[in-house]
């Protein structure tokens, strides 16, 4: 009976909580820098926006982090939203991080926009743009 109950609370899950699961998997994946994680969670059609207007596609995303010339030692997400639109999710956060990108530590506060769309059952990151705040 308890396996029941659990795998209805799986499909009872809300598609927001899904898609706040796939948020907190980038974040982890962003902390760990961890290759197959990364590629995991972003679509190969990736746009990823940087703040300073440098646009990285899939590829050069994962090879920054994985690098260490990206490195979040610290991530918090504060004052998220997310609103569904069909496969697509668009999830508005702050993000405040410690990082130490080349070995050298700094801080950062950005505004985060992320587009998530459902791809074969699971969400996954199509599109990120940062902002300065």
Known sequence: MILCGISLATFAQKP??????????????LISGNKADLEKIALP???????????QDQTEFVETLVSGKSDFVTIDLKNQTIKIV???A????????????????????????????????????????????
């Open 45 to 55: 059609e990736l746009t990823y926006g940087h703040s300073s207007g440098k646009i």
């Open 90 to 133: 668009i999830v508005r956060h702050l993000l405040y991080a410690k990082t130490n990108d080349g070995g050298k530590p700094g801080e950062v506060k950005l505004g985060i926009m992320l587009v998530f769309v459902k791809h074969d059952g699971e969400w996954k990151l199509l599109a990120r743009q940062a902002y300065k705040i």
């Open 16 to 29: 927001e909580e899904k898609v706040a699961q796939a948020v907190e998997f980038l974040k982890q994946a």
């Open 86 to 88: 069909g496969n697509t």
